[in-house]
């Protein structure tokens, strides 16, 4: 692992992905290293032990990526329960209908089971 100037010579920012997520400043980059000449000094711990130190850091950054998509998913799930309490279609509420109810049910299943799943992941790690 190794922390070196965005401008060094040999470090090429061949292009930005485009992502639905936007809590990241500068957001997911491919970058290119080609002739990048790295010093003592920009290593970050030991040679060879990049890998375990991510792991570190991106173990706990995926169970905070499953806990704000989980999040926005009730957000979603919330707006559309409030519309479909509102909305007429067919000479009635559109959450009478069966179709939607099942759509309904099948969301809070998914839901529940994804926070199941987070917290148990939480608690592992």
Do not use: K, N
Not at 30 to 46: N, S, Y
Not at 47 to 69: I, K, N, S
Not at 80 to 94: D, K, S, T, Y
């Amino acid at each position: 692992m190794f922390l070196v100037d965005a401008e060094a010579e040999g470090l090429d920012v061949t292009r930005h992905i485009r992502t639905t997520d936007r809590s990241m400043i500068g957001g997911h980059c491919v970058v290119a290293l080609d002739g990048l000449r790295v010093t003592q000094d920009d290593v970050l711990g030991e040679v060879d032990e990049g890998f375990r130190y991510a792991q570190v850091r991106l173990g706990p950054a995926r169970m905070t990526h499953c806990m704000r998509w989980l999040g926005a998913a009730q957000r979603a799930h919330d707006v559309a329960l409030a519309w479909v309490g509102e909305r007429q279609a067919f000479g009635g509420l559109v959450s009478d209908l069966g179709m939607v109810q099942q759509m309904i049910a099948d969301s809070e299943i998914d839901l529940a089971a994804s926070r199941a799943l987070i917290l148990r992941a939480c608690w592992e790690a």
